[in-house]
């Protein structure tokens, strides 16, 4: 029988390989959280896993039904990744029910789904990310939980645009289109960011970045409810989604012709100050200018596939 030790560890080690951009934040919890944010990331890389996959639709959605079911059981059995999880619901409480609204988003990207106004859009990201936001939320602990939980909700979905963004050329090759049909109509742009003109399409990406700061702004008033490890954690995650997001609304075509990211030096920093900021007591300095008042975003068209989910 795994120990959970060893399976904390295995959760651990998926986060800090495959997380490229969450685990900046999460290692600035202490441990106890670390591992409850490791445990539930690996859970929803494993989901995710399934929906980017090569399987068929239908091995894909059994699959997903599948992890449906072992959440349902009343234990673990030796899989790790429940093992960790259990052990994390047990510690800090996490709403079970997020998890299988977690499995119906990916369920969506299973099925192909495309979204025809941003309402349907903003249901989709509440389902993938929305769902982490809230069970990261039951792991920092919150001074008023009933104020905070839509707050974290509405910062998920801010983060998941920011990935719908990035991705939209790696996506779109991989048979997906997240953005809005209506806001191609909108723009006189084709729903296809390969082959459209690149002026028409950049106007669709610069009006939704412009949206989805909105939704950073709302999302931010988490702060104050968080303590301030928790806070400098959120910090450094929303740093580095809102410095992806500023390279994006200098430069909505890149998007149309590479993934963007920062660069390793840059996330460190990032952190750095998120946990400056959080030892300073100065959870209300995440705003939106905290953290461009150093080094500026940086493109770095590196190829490599970033699956984080949000959290």
């Keep these: 029988m795994i120990s959970v030790e060893a399976a904390y560890r295995l959760c651990e080690g998926i986060t800090r390989v495959e997380a490229a951009n969450f685990y900046y934040g999460i290692r600035l919890l202490p441990a106890p959280k670390q591992r409850g944010m490791c445990a ?4 929803a890389r494993r989901v995710d ?3 980017d996959g090569s399987l068929s639709q239908a091995e894909k959605l059994r699959r997903l039904e599948a992890e449906r079911t072992q959440l349902d059981h009343t234990g673990p059995g ?3 990744v429940l093992v960790a999880l259990h052990d994390t619901r047990e510690r800090f409480g996490l709403p079970w029910d997020a998890l299988h609204t977690l499995i119906d988003g990916v369920e969506a990207d299973a099925r192909g789904t495309t979204y025809e106004t941003f309402s349907e859009l903003v249901v989709y990201c509440r389902q993938v990310a929305g769902s982490i936001g809230r069970l990261s939320l039951a792991i920092f602990g919150a001074t008023d939980r009933d104020k905070a939980s839509p707050l974290a ?3 998920g979905v801010a983060m998941q645009l920011t990935n719908i963004l990035r991705d939209v050329r790696e996506d779109f090759e991989r048979g997906r289109l997240y953005l ?3 806001d191609f109509a909108r723009f006189g742009a084709p729903p296809d960011p390969l082959t459209g003109p690149l002026g028409p399409l ?3 990406i610069r009006f939704e970045a412009a949206r989805n700061r909105e939704w950073f702004g709302r999302g931010l008033e988490l702060l104050p409810y968080l303590d301030a490890r928790s806070a400098a954690c959120v910090g450094a995650m929303t740093g580095i989604y809102r410095r992806i997001l500023d390279c994006i609304e200098r430069e909505p075509e890149q998007v149309i012709l590479r ?6 030096w840059e996330k460190a920093w990032v952190a750095a100050v998120a946990l400056a900021n959080g030892a300073a007591g100065g959870r209300r300095t995440f705003g939106p200018r905290a953290l461009r008042n150093g080094a500026r975003g940086q493109l770095d068209h590196s190829g490599t596939r970033s699956k984080d989910r949000v959290a």
Excluded: C, K, N, T
């Design 78 to 80: 030796q899989d790790p």
């Design 180 to 182: 809005p049909r209506e």
């Design 202 to 204: 950049s106007a669709v």
């Design 40 to 43: 539930v990331y690996a859970f």
């Design 153 to 155: 909700d509405d910062l």
């Design 259 to 264: 993934r963007i990211s920062l660069p390793v």
């Design 49 to 51: 896993d399934i929906g």
